[in-house]
C-alpha cells in the first residue's frame, strides 16, 4: 500500500534500497483516498517481463473505487516464470458484514483456481482491533509453488509474519502489544504501519 509515486522514487533512489538495485512498479487507481498499490523487486534476481493494472468495476455494485489489482510478470534466476498479483481488498469500512461481499466481489475479478492461502489457521495476527489480533494480510500462492518444483518452490513453514520489536509499541487501553503505527487518526504518531507485515521465503534452483 503506497500513497504516492513520489514515496517510491525516495525509497529507490535516495535509501540503501539503490545500493541493492531495487526498482518499482505501482499503479494508478481511482480509489478516493489516493491510495494504490506497489512492488519492490531487485532487477538481479526478478527481471520484470510486464505489469498491468486490473481495475475493479465497482459500478456492478453500486460502491465507491477501489484500489486496482498490479499484475506483475517477471523471471527468475531459475528461468522460471513467476506471477505476482498485489491486492488491496477494499476496506471493512461500513461493517465487516456489509462490505464483505465487495471483497468477495474483488477476488473473483482474478478467476484463480488452485490457490493455497500460507495464512490460513494462524494463532498469530497482523492487525489488532479492541485488544484482539486478526489476520488481514494473507500470502496466497498457487499449488504449484507447493509441490517441490526443482525450479522455484516454497512451503506453509516459510511463510512468517514479521514481529520485529521496533514494529510494534504498548497497547495502553487493552495491554500486551499493537502495531506502531504512523497516524492515530489525523494526528502523526511517527510509526510505520497499522500492519505488521508478512513475508515468504522462494527457493530457486536450477530447472
Same mark, same amino acid.
Given at each position: 500500500?503506497?500513497?504516492?509515486?513520489?514515496?517510491?522514487?525516495?525509497?529507490?533512489?535516495?535509501?540503501?534500497?539503490? $545500493?541493492?538495485?531495487?526498482?518499482?512498479?505501482?499503479?494508478?487507481?481511482?480509489?478516493?483516498?489516493?491510495?494504490?498499490?506497489?512492488?519492490?523487486?531487485?532487477?538481479?534476481?526478478?527481471?520484470?517481463?510486464?505489469?498491468?493494472?486490473?481495475?475493479?468495476?465497482?459500478?456492478?455494485?453500486?460502491?465507491?473505487?477501489t484500489?486496482?489489482?498490479?499484475?506483475?510478470?517477471?523471471?527468475?534466476?531459475?528461468?522460471?516464470?513467476l506471477?505476482?498479483?498485489?491486492?488491496?481488498?477494499?476496506?471493512?469500512?461500513?461493517?465487516?458484514?456489509?462490505? $464483505?461481499?465487495?471483497?468477495?466481489?474483488?477476488?473473483?475479478?482474478?478467476?484463480?483456481?488452485?490457490?493455497?492461502?500460507l495464512?490460513?489457521?494462524?494463532?498469530?495476527?497482523?492487525?489488532?482491533?479492541?485488544?484482539?489480533?486478526?489476520?488481514?494480510?494473507?500470502?496466497?500462492?498457487?499449488?504449484?509453488?507447493?509441490?517441490?518444483?526443482?525450479?522455484?518452490?516454497?512451503?506453509?513453514?516459510?511463510?512468517?509474519?514479521v514481529?520485529?520489536?521496533?514494529?510494534?509499541?504498548?497497547?495502553?487501553?487493552?495491554?500486551?502489544?499493537?502495531?506502531?503505527?504512523?497516524?492515530?487518526?489525523?494526528?502523526?504518531?511517527?510509526?510505520?504501519?497499522?500492519?505488521?507485515?508478512?513475508?515468504?521465503?522462494?527457493?530457486?534452483?536450477?530447472?
Amino acid at each position: 500500500e503506497v500513497e504516492n509515486d513520489h514515496c517510491m522514487k525516495d525509497l529507490t533512489e535516495y535509501s540503501p534500497l539503490r $545500493e541493492a538495485g531495487y526498482r518499482y512498479v505501482m499503479t494508478d487507481s481511482p480509489d478516493q483516498r489516493g491510495i494504490d498499490v506497489a512492488l519492490l523487486y531487485q532487477r538481479g534476481s526478478f527481471k520484470l517481463l510486464g505489469k498491468n493494472s486490473i481495475r475493479i468495476p465497482n459500478e456492478e455494485i453500486d460502491r465507491t473505487p477501489t484500489r486496482d489489482i498490479l499484475h506483475v510478470t517477471g523471471q527468475v534466476l531459475s528461468g522460471d516464470t513467476l506471477d505476482v498479483f498485489v491486492c488491496h481488498m477494499p476496506s471493512r469500512s461500513g461493517g465487516e458484514e456489509k462490505s $464483505e461481499p465487495y471483497r468477495l466481489f474483488t477476488a473473483q475479478i482474478l478467476h484463480a483456481t488452485k490457490l493455497y492461502n500460507l495464512m490460513d489457521g494462524r494463532k498469530d495476527g497482523t492487525y489488532r482491533y479492541r485488544g484482539e489480533w486478526g489476520i488481514l494480510d494473507q500470502l496466497i500462492v498457487s499449488g504449484f509453488l507447493l509441490q517441490g518444483h526443482a525450479g522455484i518452490r516454497t512451503s506453509y513453514d516459510k511463510a512468517q509474519i514479521v514481529r520485529f520489536p521496533f514494529l510494534l509499541e504498548e497497547d495502553e487501553k487493552y495491554g500486551g502489544d499493537i502495531p506502531f503505527r504512523t497516524y492515530w487518526g489525523r494526528k502523526y504518531h511517527g510509526g510505520f504501519s497499522d500492519h505488521l507485515p508478512v513475508c515468504v521465503d522462494f527457493e530457486i534452483g536450477k530447472k
